[in-house]
């Protein structure tokens, strides 16, 4: 019974060990695995969040935030006008000037328009040159002025003529144009032996 009972217990003994045996043997293996697949996902988890990061630097959301840059605004200064201190003439006024033409220093509008006398017109006289002749030789309307740099030895005036025009004259007798011409021109002197620029000279000029 003693020996019966003994090799019993020896092999409850042997079984226990080997239980344990098993046991010991499985548990390396079983955890280096969980271990080595944590570690794999530790490195996939981390290699997939450091893409994002690189690329949110250069995201649209980041351009977004981003202050744009602006150049600053030019302003232009007021600038002074060229005309300060000179003054014009009123509305109606027609200045006469001291111009050189072919003809040498004579009598003419602003704008280069040569005037001219009619030989018919006696001086302090009603203008005579009317209905077609009137039509190739207009008379010189407005309030004279002499130019500023222009000194006329004679005195100008007005006097009415055809239909109530008031004509400007000079030392007394009306003043013309010659319709047509183009500025500076002479043409009109010499026409029907009647007709004649005002000669001046340079002295007229200051």
């Not at 344990?20 to 996902?41: E, I, L, M, R, V």
């Not at 509305?91 to 602003?110: F, K, N, P, R, Y």
């Not at 002479?186 to 009647?194: A, P, Q, R, S, W």
Request: aromatic letters at 6%.
């Amino acid at each position: 019974m003693r020996k019966s009972g003994w090799a019993v217990a020896t092999g409850l003994g042997s079984l226990v060990l080997l239980l344990a045996a098993c046991g010991g043997s499985s548990s390396p293996g079983s955890s280096s695995t969980p271990g080595a697949a944590s570690s794999t996902a530790t490195q996939g988890t981390s290699s997939s969040s450091s893409a994002p990061a690189t690329s949110t630097s250069s995201s649209p959301a980041s351009t977004a935030n981003a202050k744009p840059t602006t150049s600053p605004k030019q302003t232009a200064e007021p600038q002074a006008s060229s005309n300060a201190g000179v003054t014009f003439p009123p509305i109606g006024t027609t200045v006469l000037i001291v111009q050189h033409s072919d003809l040498g220093w004579v009598m003419a509008e602003a704008n280069g328009q040569v005037v001219y006398t009619y030989a018919n017109d006696t001086k302090g006289g009603t203008p005579t040159c009317t209905g077609s002749c009137a039509s190739v030789w207009a008379p010189v309307t407005g309030v004279p002025k002499a130019g500023p740099a222009d000194n006329f030895p004679g005195t100008f005036g007005l006097v009415t003529g055809a239909g109530g025009v008031k004509q400007i004259t000079y030392d007394g007798y009306p003043l013309y144009l010659y319709r047509g011409a183009p500025p500076l021109s002479t043409e009109g002197n010499g026409i029907g032996g009647v007709w004649h620029v005002v000669p001046l000279s340079a002295s007229d000029i200051s």
